[in-house]
């Protein structure tokens, strides 16, 4: 949601939504402000960086040959149908005002703000300017505590926001048999070794592994698969598989995932599928010999953790994300357009669009200049 052009009166959104400030007008240090929370100019400069940014990325997704900030002209450019400086003003107010937003729910529902949390990124990113990291930002006009809040710490108080509100005693809990019958709908646990039929030759040709190679396959992932039925575990086959292929780590992967959204090989997505909970199989497919193995959601489903210990886990937390993000997200929009807050055109006048690009420019060109220069 970014502001319209600085060319352009602010469009009138109606006295519910937005309060126009008719005094301080000379006043450029803040952008837009509620009640409780004012943007200061450095946080209305990060929203049009950021946008510009983005509408840098949405001209080369649309573009055969890359937008060059440092010679190309981004004000005749359009995205989506607007002029391009338009569309940066509009995505930047839109991001300020989500931000305005969620800090406004965190107080109406009572939720305090983490300082030591705030202080240690504001610290960390500290750290960044101070070692000159970050020399675009203060090119710009964007302080170190300033990024720090938009950038870190804002995201900690939207998930604050969202745990509150989803959480099991919140006004929008997402219930745990709720969460578990999403979690035993969506996902699968499954456990697969694969070996390639194929191997290339001294001269980089993929020929046909061995005679021996290949029977070895064949018969060890069928002697894999009775013992699965018969009830041992993955990990007793991960040991066997390492001893008979004389390997310090086995290629098999254990996974609890959404198979559609797995990567996986439709016809061993298939596959597994097709499986009965604990049981397990064989199957070729495109050269690869697969032994695949599906567990029970069930079992996984009861000792489900409210937090992963490890990335890549699955968690309470990651389903509920995935069960009400949308909805969160809808929810924050209907509560901004209900926001009340004035804005200070002197400010966005000011800090405009134009003024953003072409500090990038600027900057780009003299890395431009200083990279040519050190080749």
Not at 7 to 14: E, H, M, N, T
Not at 188 to 208: A, F, G, M, R
Not at 249 to 261: F, H, N, R, Y
Not at 339 to 366: F, G, H, P, W
């Amino acid at each position: 949601m970014r502001l319209k052009s600085i060319l352009k009166p602010v469009a009138v959104i109606g006295a519910a939504a937005m309060l126009v400030s008719a005094s301080g007008c000379a006043d450029t240090s803040w952008s837009l402000k509620t009640q409780k929370k004012t943007l200061t100019n450095g946080g209305w400069i990060y929203y049009t960086y950021d946008a510009a940014n983005e509408a840098i990325s949405k001209i080369n997704e649309d573009s055969e040959q890359e937008f060059d900030i440092t010679k190309d002209d981004l004000s005749s450019k359009k995205i989506e149908g607007k002029a391009a400086y338009d569309w940066i003003y509009d995505t930047a107010k839109k991001n300020a005002l989500h931000f305005l937003t969620v800090d406004k729910l965190c107080r109406d529902n009572k939720l305090d703000e983490d300082k030591n949390a705030k202080k240690n990124i504001v610290k960390t990113y500290q750290g960044y300017f101070d070692a000159g990291y970050m020399d675009i930002y203060k090119d710009l006009g964007i302080g170190a505590e300033t990024f720090a809040e938009l950038l870190g710490y804002s995201s900690e108080r939207e998930k604050q926001l969202f745990d509150y509100l989803y959480g099991s005693e919140g006004p929008k809990a997402v219930k745990d048999d709720e969460l578990t019958k999403y979690f035993k709908e969506k996902y699968t646990t499954y456990y697969y070794i694969p070996y390639s039929l194929k191997t290339t030759d001294e001269n980089q040709n993929e020929v046909d592994i061995d005679d021996e190679t290949h029977d070895k396959v064949i018969s060890s992932f069928a002697k894999y698969a009775k013992d699965l039925n018969e009830g041992k575990t993955t990990d007793e086959i991960d040991d066997a598989y390492k001893t008979d292929f004389s390997v310090e780590t086995s290629a098999g992967v254990k996974q609890t995932a959404i198979l559609e959204d797995s990567g996986l090989p439709e016809e061993l997505q298939k596959a597994i599928k097709e499986l009965d909970d604990k049981k397990a199989a064989v199957k070729t497919i495109d050269n690869t010999h697969y032994l695949i193995y599906k567990g029970s959601i069930d079992d996984e489903a009861k000792t489900l953790p409210e937090e992963a210990d490890e990335v890549g886990d699955i968690s309470k937390h990651q389903i509920r994300h995935e069960m009400k993000d949308d909805d969160f997200k809808s929810y924050i929009d209907e509560e901004q357009k209900k926001l009340k807050y004035e804005v200070n055109d002197a400010c966005l006048s000011k800090y405009s669009v134009s003024r953003t690009v072409d500090i990038m420019k600027s900057n780009a060109q003299k890395t431009a200049s200083e990279n040519a220069a050190a080749d």
